[in-house]
């Protein structure tokens, strides 16, 4: 039994149909695990996306992380600010 809030079957079906990070995610990731001595502060995938999503939607103007430990989070914070201007400025099909 998982030690989180969710059972395992949620748990793994939220991994298996979550989007993976950019590779430069995967990376600092990657870096974090093999680096840091307390990798397991680290925001999962799952929860990163979240945040990317509630970030894409709330349109805020300014994002505010506040105690950072390898910087991750933050920057899928930012990863899903400039998806949004992206999108944003993408041109809109006229039908």
Do not use: K, N, W
């Not at 079957?9 to 950019?22: L, N, R, V, W």
């Not at 979240?50 to 990863?79: D, K």
């Amino acid at each position: 039994m998982s030690p989180y809030l969710l059972c395992d079957e949620i748990e793994d079906y939220a991994a298996a149909h979550t989007t993976a990070p950019a590779e430069h995610l995967r990376a600092l990731a990657l870096l974090t695990r093999e680096t840091l001595s307390s990798p397991q502060m680290l925001t999962g995938d799952v929860e990163g996306r979240l945040l990317e999503f509630l970030v894409f939607l709330a349109r805020p103007q300014l994002v505010l992380e506040i105690g950072t430990y390898s910087g991750y989070r933050a920057r899928r914070q930012r990863h899903a600010e400039r998806a949004r201007r992206r999108h944003a400025r993408a041109p809109r099909l006229r039908v």
